[in-house]
């Protein structure tokens, strides 16, 4: 008899976060979830309710799994809160030193073979196993966005990740009914690693006056069969998130290609961050998006 996994921990409630939350107590897990606040993990869990009930009236999910599922969620607003948990996701801000803290002070309370991992989409593996003290019991476990719909999970494994923590990380994903792509531990993995550039090169062709917003979507959308453009992808995905993913290549990897946009850099810095904050290379207030160039 392997490991088993029943409970499971998840660490920011933000958009990954209530996500993974859903598809763990459909899948019968039990799940403690934690944020800065109290408000913060009411507010993801309402979100989360929200969320399985549109799913049940387009007829995607069964409305009797929802109570019980829903009931599986706990907030969790202390890390001492995961004491009891088998495999506990890390799904905060993706700023290395904000990762680091969490899984330190996360490796103290936890079961010494509860296995530790993070959702990050892009930060070194191994990096961020070391400061565990159990860098063997340490798995990427990378959820595509929105959580619920996307059928792909990427598994990197550290240098040190042990198999049997391989084993147990790919049953789990199975158990969730979604799909492995292993990747080795380099900047960014697969997924991140040729979209982001994508969208930066979309980004560098509004900043070089090639096409407007909508010219370049509609031309990746209706030229390349892509369901959503790629400067609306960047909004929903979030721009900051988008930057921090570029600059992560370009100082892995040391190549000029990955370079992020200045104008990418100038959205940022403004505080346009896409669909969160209402403005990014759309503009979401009037509830009709409007392209801001």
Known sequence: MGFEIRKIGVIGAGQMGKGIAHVCALAGYDVALNDISQERIDASMADVAAQMRRAAERGQLDAAKIEPALARISGAPKIADFAD??????????VEDVKRKILADLAKVTKADAIISSNTSSI?????????????????????????RMQLVELIRGIATDDATFEDAKAFIAHLGKTVSVSEDFPAFIV??????????????????????????TAMKLGANHPMGPLQLADFIGLDTC??????????????????????????EA????????RGFYDYRSGTPVPTR
């Open 243 to 268: 930057l921090s993913v570029m600059q992560v290549l370009h100082e892995g990897l040391a190549d000029s290609k990955y370079r992020p946009c200045p104008l990418l850099v100038k959205y940022v």
């Open 192 to 217: 991140n690693r040729i979209l982001l550039p994508m969208i930066n090169e979309a980004v560098y062709t509004l900043y070089e006056g090639v096409g407007s917003v909508e010219a370049i979507d």
């Open 85 to 94: 948990s088998d495999l506990v996701i890390e799904a905060a801000t993706e």
């Open 124 to 148: 070194s593996i191994t990096r961020l196993a070391s400061v565990t003290g159990r860098p063997e019991r340490f798995i990427g476990i990378h959820f595509m966005n929105p959580v619920p």
């Open 271 to 278: 505080g346009w961050l896409g669909k969160k904050t209402q």
